[in-house]
């Protein structure tokens, strides 16, 4: 039976957290800079875009609190949900898809102007379809590593390879407290094994060459200050440390691929969502369309 409470029924705003532009002037507060763009298809990402300010990143640290308990009465809606996916207590990693169905404001971070636009941009001015949605939380002290991998190695069951991730912090994310990580660069390395994600942090290196592996002595810490996000290449590889600070790292992800994209597979793309057969276009409720241009 159908759960009334699954908000992935209405695609658009449905709170005032954020308000949609309504002329190419508003939309322009949000573009990136060409240099950031230039950034981003050089590197292989591009960092410190603000996309929150202080009352919305509130909102959602108070969502957050609310749908970790696993009595939450929409709980079924996720497509994942790991208390601890590391399932070591010394390395806590809780990790979540499928968020956005269960509160408004996590629901409406996906119709945030700052996100779609960068989006839009980055998918070299096509149009943007939401994929799906991540938790990471990693709590002080105990926090787990998230394992060096690229996203798409998780995600070919969808092509072509158009896909963008953003990264957004609900807490500061420093190296201490376990910040993402990036291998510049290595977006160019073409598609590598699927590591475990909660596994050995480099798990990913019986697949390298010895140059590859000679590039991780040099990784990019990404240091963000609260409601500043990171976006990044579906080949790019990252990773995260443990956090064994007195600070927690919250943070939430978006994933999306430029409309257009096809199922690769007759089986379910996420666990409870009705299979799209082989070829066919992704859509439909569970993947709107975000943004098709200002």
């Not at 990693?138 to 963008?164: C, E, F, N």
């Not at 420093?174 to 475990?196: F, M, Q, V």
Request: aromatic share 12%.
């Amino acid at each position: 039976m159908a759960n009334a409470l699954d908000l992935a029924n209405r695609h658009g705003l449905i709170s005032d957290l954020f308000v949609w532009p309504k002329s190419e002037d508003q939309w322009n507060q949000y573009r990136l800079t060409d240099d950031q763009v230039a950034h981003f298809h050089e590197q292989g990402y591009v960092s410190g875009i603000k996309l929150l300010e202080d009352h919305q990143i509130e909102v959602l640290r108070n969502e957050l609190d609310e749908i970790l308990d696993p009595s939450h009465p929409a709980h079924d809606l996720f497509y994942e949900f790991h208390s601890n996916e590391s399932e070591d207590p010394d390395a806590v990693l809780f990790h979540s898809l499928g968020h956005w169905r269960i509160t408004k404001g996590f629901h409406d971070v996906l119709w945030n102007p700052a996100f779609v636009m960068a989006a839009y941009q980055l998918l070299e001015d096509r149009p943007v379809r939401f994929w799906h949605d991540q938790l990471f939380c990693k709590p002080s002290k105990h926090g787990g590593v998230v394992a060096w991998h690229q996203d798409y190695s998780y995600w070919t069951r969808t092509i072509a390879m158009q896909h963008l991730t953003c990264w957004c912090g609900l807490d500061d994310a420093t190296t201490e407290n376990g910040c993402l990580h990036y291998i510049p660069k290595s977006h160019r390395w073409g598609l590598l094994d699927a590591p475990n994600l909660a596994g050995d942090m480099n798990g990913l290196f019986s697949a390298l060459s010895d140059a590859q592996k000679e590039q991780f002595r040099h990784p990019v810490a990404i240091e963000l200050k609260k409601g500043y996000a990171t976006f990044h290449h579906p080949l790019m590889v990252h990773g995260s440390y443990e956090n064994k600070s007195e600070m927690s790292r919250r943070a939430f992800v978006l994933n999306v691929f430029a409309d257009g994209t096809v199922s690769n597979t007759d089986e379910q793309l996420l666990a409870g969502v009705p299979p799209i057969s082989k070829g066919e276009k992704m859509g439909g409720k569970f993947f709107p369309l975000l943004f098709e241009g200002s």
